[in-house]
């Protein structure tokens, strides 16, 4: 068994205490942008308290997320919950894709039909959203190592732009008197949400799918492998994310027929190559000397299975 928490000691409790400092400000800033938005008949504040909401709800999953990625692996789970934080990142990112496409047929709604809003009160609300979103994000920077606190850090980014947006967008109506902006202003952070949410879904569906990681090429690794002394060849060879910080590795090797105590050192050059070129951790590799049936499939023929070598695992620490 091997497993990776992350994070653990330290930096889980300083992940957690940003995460709690975010909660409370974010919530206390939706309630703010709300009103205000409704006060100003502002599209472009309520869309920011429409998002903030959203963000509250991002940094509550991550909360969670990081909570149980921090668990010990069991009989049960014996990956541990490294994929926790996974799932929120892809639960957040669809559900900011949602809210953009609403903002957007809203917005487009808007820009038939002005509505007169309050530029001075949405420039104020939208200040002090810039400070607290930059505050947040520049926190959450500080400990983005995985895709879940990275979704969480894009959200508070994402969120410092485009309040910063509406303090444009106010100042532009209060020197025009054009109410078209701030509907406008609305498709433009809609924009901005979906297109941020997009790779981070894109991501996450490539991990809980078990696709290969990114930048990760299979044919490299098994001519990699292959290259390595002893070995004939690689064959059923599969490569997955444990999580977003992890990858591992199972295949068939086979090599001549040698006791194990000499096989002992292709693993270990294996595990080496593995680990230190293509950032994969866990491996299980099987040893046999006769080929498989079926190189994919790795389908051994009946009167083979009696003679073949026993099975070596590998597990890189």
């Given amino acids: 068994m091997h497993f990776h928490a992350a994070p653990a000691g330290k930096d889980a409790r300083r992940t957690a205490l940003i995460l709690r400092f975010s909660l409370a ?34 940094l509550l999953l991550s909360f969670a997320a990081v909570y149980f990625q921090a668990r010990p692996a069991d009989h049960a789970r014996t990956f541990g919950y490294q994929r926790a934080g996974v799932l929120a990142a892809f639960i ?44 947040i994000a520049a926190l959450l920077w500080g400990v983005a190592r995985d895709v879940n606190l990275r979704s969480a850090f894009l959200h508070m980014a994402g969120d410092t732009l485009s309040t910063a947006a509406v303090i444009a967008g106010g100042l532009g109506i209060l020197l025009t008197g054009q109410n078209w902006i701030d509907p406008a202003l609305s498709l433009l952070i809609a924009a901005l949400i979906f297109w941020s949410s997009i790779g981070i879904v894109r991501e996450t569906l490539n991990i809980l799918l078990e696709g290969a990681p990114r930048g ?90 009696s003679s073949r070598h026993a099975h070596a695992h590998g597990h890189a620490h």
């Fill in 216 to 305: 990760c090429s299979l044919p490299e690794i098994r001519s990699g492998m292959e290259a390595v002394e002893g070995v004939v060849n690689v064959h059923d060879l599969h490569v997955w994310s444990l999580g977003s910080q992890s990858r591992a590795l199972a295949c068939h090797v086979t090599i001549a027929d040698i006791p194990p105590s000499a096989s002992a050192c292709i693993l270990v050059k294996l595990n080496h190559l593995l680990r230190e070129h293509y950032q994969i951790s866990h491996t299980t590799i099987q040893f046999e000397h006769i080929g498989c049936g079926d190189l994919e499939g790795c389908v051994a023929p009946p009167e083979a299975i």
């Fill in 92 to 135: 957040n990112a669809a559900t900011l894709i949602a809210i953009s496409l609403l903002i957007a047929v809203e917005a487009v709604h808007r820009l038939s039909a002005p509505v007169a809003v309050q530029p001075r009160l949405m420039m104020i609300v939208a200040a002090a959203g810039v400070v607290m979103n930059g505050i």
């Fill in 25 to 58: 400000a974010t919530l206390a800033y939706v309630v703010v942008t709300f009103v205000a938005g409704l006060r100003a008949h502002s599209l472009a504040l309520l869309s920011e308290a429409g998002h903030n909401v959203s963000d509250f709800l991002a």
